[in-house]
Every structure is written in C-alpha cells, then in structure tokens.
C-alpha cells in the first residue's frame, strides 16, 4: 500500500504524483552504532578502564563541552588530565592531556572568569596520584591511573546528517524534494 498526496490547482487540475515512492522514518540516533546521542553530541562510554582511555576515534571534544550534559549515573569519570614525573625536577603540575588548544596547558581548578567551588580530595598521599576523575561540579579526586572509572568518548555528530533521507516539503514544481 502507498499513500500519496496530491493537491489541485485553482481551476481544478491534479497537480503531478509526488516523486518520492517511499516514506523513511526519522533517524533517531545519528551517531555509530555502540553510541548515545545527547544533545547533538556522540557519547561513547568505556566502563572500568584504566587511564588513558581507549577511546574509538581520536577527535574527543574537550572535556568542557561535554562534562554537563553526563547522566550523573555514570560518574565518576576520568578527566583528561594527567600529571608526569619531570626527571630530576620530581612530579610536574596536573596538565590537559585532550588534544585541544588547552593540550599540555596546566589544569586548574579554577580560573579566573568564574566563582570557584571546587576542590580536591584524596586518600592517603597524593604523591603517587597522577590522575583526576570528575564527581560533580565541585568534587574533583586525585587517583592512581591504575585505578578503574567510567570514560566517556565525545564526539561531534556530524552536522550535514539529516534526520530524515527524504525530508518532504511540498512545492508545485518540486512536489517531493530530497
């Protein structure tokens, strides 16, 4: 069975049949399979994995862009955030590790252009705590990178991707176009 729509013109004319034979339903997810889309964005979740992440595409969205749109379920998760032992000038300061402008920058908890609220916490020294997981807004704790966490992997959705392959609007002389 096909539905098809045609309208008349003002003498009483039939108008052509649609070109479209087909009707295709939305997309609902256009992301890969294997990921969540939230809010135009690709999540990808890794569970219990250690730092750094094995995420399946290298182009991750900075931290900041994704971090608020998170079901609170899934944190803790890893920042993408690292500090190094710096040769004979012991453990450097906690650095970006995405591949942004921000790469290799010093992290802080706080800058300059908001009110902060954050802080850290850890168990025992925090000497051999190289890494961060995220809690929430305020919450930030020092880890081991051997440690387990849920990662999360964001992407952009590509914005040229339609949500339909055949995204009617009625014209005369173009009744179905594609």
């Not at 013109?9 to 890969?32: F, K, V």
């Not at 954050?118 to 000497?127: A, G, I, P």
């Amino acid at each position: 069975m096909e539905i098809v729509s045609r309208c008349c013109d003002d003498e009483g004319n039939w108008y052509a049949a649609p070109i479209c034979s087909y009707h295709q339903g939305l997309i609902t997810n256009p992301c890969p399979d294997n990921f969540d889309w939230v809010e135009k964005i690709c999540i990808y979740i890794l569970e219990n994995t250690t730092y750094p992440p094995q995420c399946p595409y290298e182009e991750n969205l900075p931290f900041n862009q994704y971090v608020s749109i998170l079901n609170p379920e899934l944190l803790p998760i890893w920042m993408p955030v690292k500090r190094e032992v710096v040769g004979d000038y012991g453990i450097d300061l906690f650095r970006w590790m995405e591949p942004t402008s921000n790469y290799k920058t010093p992290y802080s908890l706080c800058n300059e252009y908001e009110d902060c609220n954050q802080h850290y916490y850890f168990n025992d020294t925090h000497m051999n705590k190289s890494c961060l997981v995220y809690h929430n807004t305020s919450s930030i704790e020092m880890v081991s990178c051997d440690q387990r966490y849920t990662a999360i992997c964001a992407y952009q959705s590509l914005p040229e991707r339609p949500t339909s392959f055949c995204s009617q609007s009625y014209s005369q002389l173009n009744p179905c176009v594609q």
